[in-house]
């Protein structure tokens, strides 16, 4: 078979080694390319632009690339690689249960979650649940797939994307979970609607045994009225623990991880009645997403670096709106509706000090909706401008929730809120 990868990079590494090993030579195509050459093991490297149905019997992308983008227009076999990982596990169980035997291999049990915001932490979080049972994680964090096809553990936890789900068509979970959907990714998506749809898409290919967990607020959806499974629907952390028989009471972290945690249990719960309260309070909340630390002159810094979004920002907010903020705010936001984040922000003791290449836009929301605004261009100028105020004492807090994606200043999320730290901590 000729395989064809598109894209080249983190995602689809590992898959590129694991088809190598079973003998297969591939022809890779990737923007940065440009010009062809073979690579040591055998697999030929191209521009994009050499890509040619007739010269391919399959194509399995990186979930990155968008719809929109040539090599998905021309593709005729396109294939996600939660399918092509499905279709073998499916061939080795038909193969090994082949002639009559008992020794059916035993398919592994799928958990995808998914979501616009706190899906690394609620995968994190069933994962831990789970581990006596086998689970481990993979999708957008953890183990890579072909490393979990390797290793067969009896639970796949995958933090799913909307891109993933847009180009997988056949793979299901038995259990689907899914946080809240905010407006995010229009852009690539085309429309909150298909955002939605895709967001939502698993509940087709899923069958009567099935278990999905949906925010209310979607249940007008031709989708989740279709579903053959078993529904719960939730309106909040507190509904969905009553509807689930969990004893929130118990759970230690606040929200918005109150959800996370929430949904963690229900699905180890739902899984193998696994909603060990005292093991999921022993979970650390991951780098980058509020998390807070102290200069020497106890002043409040928050790092919510990882608050790429505008929902993810609210409840950022939400979680000091008791006391003034100093927010940093701006990045690169893909033309995100902003007017929820300054409807919400109106009224409260906020100051914002803007960076990215969204600036203009921030400055035109904050004077619209008068909220004070420092444009500081960039996040060094930002810090300068926060130090250098007389006023900042332990009564403040300052917050890093871009609701921006960082990559217009920055290589990743991680470096802006580790940039954020050291310049928070400076003499």
Excluded at 390 to 405: G, H, N, W, Y
């Amino acid at each position: 078979m000729r395989i064809s990868i598109f894209g080249y990079g983190v995602t689809t590494t590992p898959l590129v080694a694991f088809l190598n090993a079973q003998g297969h030579k591939l022809c890779i195509y990737d923007d940065k390319f440009e010009n062809m050459k073979t690579d040591d093991y055998g697999n030929t490297l191209l521009p994009s632009s050499h890509f040619s149905p007739a010269q391919s019997d399959m194509e399995i992308l990186s979930p990155g690339i968008p719809p929109f983008h040539p090599l998905v227009q021309k593709a005729q076999n396109l294939v996600s690689e939660y399918d092509y990982f499905a279709n073998l596990l499916l061939e080795d169980s038909q193969k090994n249960g082949a002639n009559g035997t008992n020794n059916k291999m035993q398919m592994p049990f799928m958990i995808w979650i998914s979501g616009t915001n706190g899906k690394t932490t609620t995968t994190e979080m069933t994962t831990l649940l789970l581990e006596p049972f086998g689970a481990q994680s993979g999708g957008n964090i953890g183990t890579p797939l072909a490393q979990l096809y390797r290793q067969k553990p009896k639970v796949w936890v995958l933090e799913t994307s909307s891109f993933t789900l847009h180009y997988t068509h056949k793979a299901y979970p038995q259990i689907y979970a899914l946080l809240p959907v905010k407006e995010d990714h229009i852009s690539w998506h085309g429309s909150f609607e298909n955002y939605i749809e895709d967001k939502l898409s698993p509940l087709q290919c899923m069958d009567s045994k099935t278990f999905a967990i949906i925010p209310a607020e979607l249940a007008y959806h031709s989708f989740v009225k279709d579903f053959n499974g078993t529904l719960v629907t939730y309106e909040s952390a507190h509904d969905l623990a009553q509807k689930c028989d969990i004893h929130i009471q118990n759970i230690h972290f606040k929200e918005p991880f109150l959800l996370d945690a929430t949904l963690a249990l229900s699905i180890a719960k739902y899984a193998f009645s696994a909603d060990n309260i005292a093991l999921l309070n022993t979970f650390h909340i991951g780098s980058h997403r509020i998390a807070e630390f102290y200069d020497k002159h106890n002043r409040l810094w928050v790092d919510d670096s990882k608050g790429t979004n505008v929902d993810a920002t609210i409840a950022a907010i939400a979680r000091y709106a008791h006391t003034h903020i100093m927010l940093i705010l701006g990045g690169d936001d893909k033309g995100a509706n902003l007017t929820p984040l300054f409807d919400f922000m109106r009224g409260k003791d906020i100051e914002i000090f803007s960076i990215g290449s969204n600036e203009e836009r921030l400055i035109n929301f904050a004077q619209s909706y008068e909220i004070p605004i420092t444009a500081c261009e960039n996040l060094h100028n930002a810090m300068n401008a926060i130090h250098n105020k007389r006023a900042f004492d332990a009564k403040d807090v300052v917050l890093l929730s871009p609701a921006a994606a960082s990559l217009d200043q920055f290589s990743s999320y991680k470096e802006r809120g580790e940039i954020f730290t050291q310049l928070a901590l400076r003499e």
